[in-house]
């Protein structure tokens, strides 16, 4: 493999990606793991975050995970999902589609989800030993549950898309900012994220709970936790599964 490269490995189909992923990091304990692409045409048990089933029609979209080793200390272990919102926004982006973050790293066009990210991070002591890094891409299913409130670039470009193409486009931006982390370009990475949030200018509505009210993101703290501005003034802050953006 040559410097900045991934290594490229094909399913058809897989319980999951990052179930696969995990179990060749510790098949291949002390060798080396980094920068593999496991990739699945199907997942039989795609995972979403918090429990979550993740939908994907057979041989339509790209669902993959990434195994990168940063050198990263565990207290920055949020920069890997700042980055891979970043690789996937930049990539849509480069196809004219301008999307969103909505925090903590789902990606969004026009309020509706077109990628979902699930990282689990491996960590030794105070060190981020490797991260498995999941990603689903909705590219060419053109139909979704309405409920999901899900969109693909096909739907949203009108065009049919060649995934291996795709896929190569996706890993050049994730070389990319894996090298921003890699150089400790924190600030950076800090601003391009916040710039890219839903939610940093205008107010909407966040739920805790049973409780429904408006705010604005004011900024997004060193553990990657969201601090809300409410219409008082109030200001506080949410860790994950904390609150949640009503659409
Ligand atoms: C979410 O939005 O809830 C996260 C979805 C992550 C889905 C991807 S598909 C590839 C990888 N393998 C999985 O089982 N899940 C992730």
């Not at 510790?26 to 699945?40: L, S, W």
């Not at 920055?76 to 690789?87: R, V």
Request: with cysteine; net charge positive.
């Amino acid at each position: 493999m040559k410097k900045d490269q991934f290594d490229i490995i094909y399913f058809d189909n897989l319980d999951s990606t990052n179930n696969y992923a995990k179990k060749y990091i510790e098949k291949h304990e002390g060798k080396d793991i980094c920068n593999k692409v496991i990739v699945a045409d199907y997942q039989t048990k795609g995972r979403g975050s918090f429990e979550n089933k993740w939908q994907s029609e057979k041989g339509k979209n790209l669902t993959f995970s990434i195994i990168i080793c940063p050198e990263i200390f565990a207290k920055d272990q949020f920069y890997i999902s700042k980055i891979t919102s970043l690789a996937l926004i930049y990539y849509l982006e480069a196809q004219g589609i301008v999307a969103k973050i909505k925090w903590p790293n789902d990606i969004l066009f026009e309020n509706k989800k077109i990628s979902g990210i699930l990282i689990e991070n491996s960590i030794l002591g105070d060190s981020l030993t490797s991260s498995i890094v999941g990603i689903g891409i909705n590219i060419n299913q053109k139909k979704f549950d309405v409920d999901l409130n899900a969109t693909s670039i096909n739907i949203i470009k009108s065009s049919e898309y060649d995934k291996t193409k795709e896929l190569e486009k996706i890993l050049n931006s994730y070389i990319y900012v894996l090298n921003l982390c890699k150089n400790k370009r924190f600030e950076y990475i800090d601003r391009q994220y916040f710039n890219k949030l839903l939610g940093k200018r205008e107010f909407l509505k966040y739920r805790k709970e049973s409780l429904i009210f408006e705010a604005i993101i004011e900024d997004i703290d060193e553990y990657g936790r969201l601090i809300l501005k409410e219409r008082s003034g109030r200001k506080k802050i949410y860790g994950f599964k904390e609150v949640e953006l009503v659409l």
